[in-house]
């Protein structure tokens, strides 16, 4: 008796069940709905040495999404959230910015290097006492990320006296809104983050220790893994990642604004983790799979610009892409839908059949 | 043939998940009044027999009859509501919630939409009584052994209907290896209850890997082997020896061995010696003292402090008074970091929740236990680790033989047998095994006895924690007795030690 999935090409079986199928399917549509309404969507000019198009443009301001959903993967593989990292962007951009703008010569080099130093080392703080509450102190990672996500933007306000700071800083315009041989220079930053962590994670052993914590956190303890050095390790990375997005949000704007830099990245970042096939309970995760979640989130915030959504409504749009997109992710769901027909020939015979007859019985009513 | 009509049919079953073929066209029936075993190798098809049954799992094919008529069973809801009451294989109740919640969660009794929860208290006391167990059923789940929380869950199964009114309506009961860790005198009880629901009626399919239980309660059973039907016998007509044969499809070779196998006499200087070491409420202060090489077989009731003892010596636990020496040093024993560090390792007797990480394969849950040893950032090498994994496969003959696949989609026993390469694997001083054959079949229980043996001529000490006393009297050089969480007595194993010999003296609580 031959089943439905045999006679199905096992290659095509095989792409369809890859991880990164169903985000990457999700990505190629939501980019063909552009075509309609942008015919040269996919079409890249090269002016002044710079390429421009759609393309890079959803790359480029997708960018800042991106690092942080690659460091909040780590967080909730390991079982945790951070709901910090929003006001960790901030953070890191008022100080930087704040400190640049204190200096005689805004485009010295050293100046600015120190500068973005300091920013970062105060997302790592942010990231050490997040990790020390949720690991140390075994508060849930959602209250106690909860307290810098709230008084973050309290201390980012403080830093910047609750202006705006406006910079005019050079070496510091390159790495969220400079060139680089003709590519956006944050589009590189993001290559060698995703780059390092994947290393980090995958050639080192930390990725399956990652997954043990999250995948079975009583089990980790006895088998010997340091779970607590671990989280407070990925906490730390998540907000590196962070302050790293904070300082090109700064840097694309030439300004930073404690009230608004990163407002609410941290649930398009929990978003953009969960449509790359990242569990939120934990476990597995999916570095590539993250980063086609973050591109399909801000490829989704260029759609509802190109094909016209009326403002007020965006934000309905949005919510309702992203639930197609949940709804496709998951197996229930596909199985309630596309797999109507295999499930049908099985529960098809209704009267008691003797059983040499309802096998061929089966065969035939397909 | 004047046979009644079978409560249950099944029929041409089929089951397949993506690359293996669980059942193919398995036929099953089940008539009211008996307990019918259901046979195989581990990984053989019983628990997808049972899951898709139940209607955990959509069935690929085939029919399933339910006192005459065909049913489509989509969640184990609608199994229950059928008829079907079900334990599986893997405990799966609250830990956080108290016992008599797990016992009435989703039928709790109800006044003007209100949980009479006194009500529920006073049953549940009743009802865990009536199996011989003498627990706080306010207690949470979790403060009990796995053994308690098996029989917490045969008694929610068995709960409808066996306790007064309401009319059960359970036809069909299914129990999943539910014998997997109890002792002799919850199985006996667990037997009183089997037969007295199979003379009301009820037909029970029950499984299990140990043949003496077996014997001892079923009236038919059925074969499998490779999710195909092998055949359908009555017990009386089939013995031991045959049944294996049919289970392994190939014809016995002597499982006995192990009985000439002599255990190694001189065993070694100290290796771990124990002072003054306990825990409130776990296990009281006890002096213990393990030999390089030696054996250390832990023999005591359900609830002695068996599993207390042997997480003590681990770290799992922090201990409140005592320290422990290995090896001439002391060790902290605050983490099990401090533990394995010292050489030991710790193979729990619940692999679900202490034990596997289910999202992992195979092979990241061997080398887990020493990838942690080595640290995040000396990953061990691909061709060094894949070689050992290869290795401990093909040595505990773990099936599917295939690295990639997810542990949690293995079979029960191949799971336990994952658990076990992934200690053998860091090749510690001391290895505590705390039922480490739960689940397993008897060919490869054997085999992992055997290798308990061998692993102890090399040198290695195995702390041993068993159900059966058989199986303690027959690997051990000593045999630790407890008893109400204290170590009462420690004997040293020879033709004197007999399994009475050792009940006498857990019943008596004395040192002689
Ligand atoms: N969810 C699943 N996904 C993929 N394969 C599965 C899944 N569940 C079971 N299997 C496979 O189906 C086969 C039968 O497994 P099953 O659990 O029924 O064995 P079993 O007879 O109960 O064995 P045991 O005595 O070890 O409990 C095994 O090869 C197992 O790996
Ligand atoms: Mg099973």
Same mark, same amino acid.
């Given at each position: 008796m031959s089943t439905p999935s045999a006679t199905t090409p096992a290659r095509w079986r095989a792409l369809t069940h890859h991880h990164l199928f169903w985000p990457v399917a999700v990505l190629v549509a939501l980019l063909l709905v552009n075509v309609p309404f942008t015919p040269d969507f996919f079409a890249i000019r090269m002016a002044d040495g710079h390429l421009y198009g759609s393309l890079v443009s959803i790359v480029l301001f997708g960018s800042p999404l991106i690092l942080v959903a690659v460091g909040m993967t780590l967080v909730i593989a390991t079982g945790g959230i951070d709901l910090s990292v929003g006001a960790v962007v901030a953070i890191t951009g008022a100080l930087t910015c704040s400190y640049i703008s204190d200096q005689a010569d805004q485009n010295a080099l050293a100046g600015v290097f120190l500068a973005m130093g300091i920013g970062l080392v105060a997302a790592v703080v942010c990231g050490l006492w997040n990790g020390f509450l949720v690991a140390r102190m075994g508060i849930q990672p959602i209250i106690a990320t909860l307290i810098i996500m709230v008084a973050g933007r309290g201390v980012a306000q403080l830093i910047t006296d609750g202006q705006i700071i406006t910079i005019n800083s050079e070496p510091y315009k390159l790495i969220g809104g400079g060139y680089w041989l003709t590519l956006p220079f944050s589009i590189f930053v993001v290559a060698a983050v995703v780059a390092v962590t994947v290393a980090l994670t995958r050639r080192t052993a930390l990725g399956l220790l990652v997954e043990s914590v999250g995948g079975n956190a009583e089990a980790s303890r006895l088998v010997g893994i340091r779970s607590m050095r671990i989280k407070i390790m990925v906490y730390m990375f998540c907000a590196l990642c962070a302050g790293i997005a904070g300082l090109m949000i700064s840097s694309n704007t030439s300004a930073a604004d404690g009230n608004n830099a990163g407002l609410w990245i941290e649930l398009d970042a929990i978003l953009a983790v969960v449509i790359g096939g990242t569990s939120l309970l934990g476990g597995r995760f999916s570095i590539g799979g993250t980063v086609i979640g973050a591109l399909v989130i801000q490829t989704l915030t260029t759609t509802i610009y190109t094909i016209g959504v009326p403002t007020q409504t965006n934000l309905v749009f949005k919510a309702a892409v992203v639930i197609v997109v949940c709804l496709l992710q998951s197996p229930k769901f596909r199985a309630k839908v596309f797999g109507a027909k295999g499930r049908a020939r099985v529960t098809a015979p209704a009267e008691p059949a003797t059983p040499a007859d309802a096998a061929p019985k089966m065969e035939v009513s397909r | 043939m004047a046979e009644p009509r079978p409560v249950l049919e099944m029929t041409g079953i089929v089951k397949e998940f993506p690359g293996v073929r669980a059942l193919s066209g398995v036929d099953f029936r089940l008539f009211p009044g008996e307990i019918h075993a259901l046979m195989g190798e581990n990984g053989a098809g019983k628990s997808t027999l049972i899951k898709v049954l139940t209607g955990v799992h959509p069935l690929d094919g085939g029919t399933i009859t339910l006192d005459g008529k065909a049913v489509r069973i989509g969640s184990p809801l609608q199994a229950q509501h059928a008829g079907i009451s079900t334990v599986y294989q893997e405990v799966n109740l609250c830990p956080n919630l108290s016992v008599a919640e797990n016992i009435f969660i989703g039928r709790e009794p109800t006044r003007a939409g209100r949980i009479q929860w006194k009500q529920i208290r006073k049953q549940a006391a009743e009802m865990v009584d009536r199996l011989g167990l003498d627990i706080d059923v306010t207690a949470p789940l979790s403060s009990y052994p796995l053994a308690v929380q098996q029989l917490v869950a045969i008694v929610r199964s068995v709960g409808h209907g066996d306790s007064d009114?309401? &009319?059960? &309506?359970?036809k069909v009961l299914v129990l999943d290896e539910p014998t997997s860790s109890l002792d002799r005198d919850e199985v006996l009880e667990l037997f009183r209850l089997m037969r007295r629901l199979r003379d009301e009626g009820v037909a029970i399919l029950f499984v299990s890997h140990f043949l003496d239980q077996i014997y001892e309660i079923c009236d038919r059973m059925t074969v499998l082997r490779n999710g195909t039907l092998v055949g359908e016998h009555m017990v009386a007509d089939l013995d031991q020896v045959g049944l294996i044969e049919l289970m392994i499809g190939k014809a016995l070779d002597q499982l006995e061995e192990l009985h000439e196998h002599q255990l190694r006499s001189d065993v070694g200087e100290t290796l771990v010696k124990a002072e003054g070491l306990g825990r409130t409420g776990g296990i009281a202060p006890f002096d213990l003292e393990i030999k390089k090489g030696e054996v250390l077989g832990l023999a005591g009731l359900l609830g002695s402090g068996r599993t207390e003892l042997a997480r003590l010596l681990f770290g799992a636990d922090q201990p409140d008074s005592g320290k422990v020496t290995i090896v001439g040093k002391q060790v902290p024993m605050s983490a099990p970091n401090d533990a394995i560090g010292a050489g030991v390792a710790f193979c729990s007797e619940n692999r679900k929740t202490e034990g596997l990480v289910p999202d992992l394969t195979v092979r990241e849950n061997i080398i887990l236990a020493l990838q942690a040893s080595r640290g995040w950032t000396r990953p061990i090498p691909a061709s060094q680790r894949d070689e050992l994994v290869a290795k401990y496969i093909k040595a505990l003959d773990i099936r599917p033989a295939n690295p990639e696949a997810r542990v949690g989609q293995l079979s029960g026993g191949n799971q336990q047998k994952v658990l076990l390469a992934r200690w053998l694997i860091?090749?510690?001083k001391l290895l505590i095994l705390d039922e480490p054959t739960r689940g397993i079949d008897v060919g490869a229980k054997a085999e992992i006895q055997k290798l308990v043996v061998s692993l102890s001529e090399d040198g290695m000490s195995v702390l041993y924690i068993a159900a059966e006393l058989e199986e303690v009297l027959r690997l051990s050089h000593t045999i630790g007795v407890l008893r109400d969480r204290k170590l009462v007595a420690q004997l040293t194993n020879g033709p004197e030690i007999t399994t009475s010999r050792i009940l006498e003296t857990i019943a008596s609580g004395e040192h002689q």
């Open positions: - | 009114g309401e &009319g059960s &309506g359970t860091t090749q510690p």
